[in-house]
């Protein structure tokens, strides 16, 4: 069965402190690793989508790499905006559909 | 563009009644997904539609059903409920969804007493 596991649960960051969130992941045929932002009282909302091992995709002060066991987001120098709660989702086989298993989240907050 | 709406925004129902809820996918979006979220287990996935047919259930009881019309809105539906089915209940639609790309609503929050 997949799974996912992020860590840390939390990360209370000051604004311009860099950090990183791991996500580590266990799926027979990875088609896919996802990065989705959760703020409070609304839906996920996609970030980015990494296939392979060595992939690096950036977008503002977020960065997504892929090994063939875990996933970074790494956040430079975040503003309290960035302030969120991070997914990460693995894709299933495509026998088994389009269905996303996700992972517990990073509760981040940046202080001003 | 419209997002994708989800119906009701909250309800309180009791336990042994039932429930069902809604979801407007994104114009021109055929997949649509359904996921309950919990303080507990996360995001679990329930159920994925294309086209009116369920592509891909998640291991939930017979008591979640679900299904999809013909011009891609989506409906839940929970029988006999019980306190745990307590949760926020989050519709996602996707153009591309071998993609991963979902695009999700803001969800029905369930609450059961």
């Known amino acids: 069965e997949d799974q996912v596991t992020q860590s840390p649960e939390a990360l209370r960051l000051q604004e311009g402190e860099s950090s990183s969130l791991n996500c580590s992941y266990t799926v027979s045929g990875l088609r896919g690793l996802f990065w989705y932002r959760q703020d409070p009282g609304k839906g996920p909302e996609f970030l980015f989508t990494l296939y392979s091992a060595g992939e690096e995709k950036e977008k503002e002060r977020l960065k997504a790499t892929l090994t063939k066991k875990e996933s970074f987001l790494h956040i430079t120098a975040p503003k309290p905006e960035d302030s969120a709660t991070y997914l990460c989702?693995?894709?299933?086989?495509?026998?088994?559909?389009?269905?996303?298993?996700f992972g517990g989240g990073t509760r981040v907050l940046v202080k001003p | 563009k419209a997002g994708v709406t989800q119906t009701p925004r909250y309800l309180i129902k009791t336990r042994g009644q039932q429930v069902t809820l809604s979801c407007s996918p994104i114009?021109?979006?055929?997949?649509v997904s359904w996921y309950q979220q919990t303080p507990g287990q996360g995001l679990q996935f329930l159920f994925e539609y294309f086209s009116e047919t369920q592509r891909n259930k998640g291991n939930f009881p017979g008591r979640f059903s679900g299904r999809q019309f013909s011009n891609s809105r989506s409906e839940m539906n929970v029988s006999t409920l019980e306190l745990g089915d307590s949760a926020l209940y989050l519709c996602?639609?996707?153009?591309?969804?071998?993609?991963?790309?979902?695009?999700f609503g803001a969800g029905t929050r369930l609450s059961v007493l």
């Open positions: 996602a639609s996707s153009l591309t969804p071998g993609q991963g790309i979902w695009y």
């Open positions: 114009s021109g979006h055929r997949s």
């Open positions: 989702a693995v894709q299933a086989p495509q026998a088994a559909g389009n269905k996303l298993t």
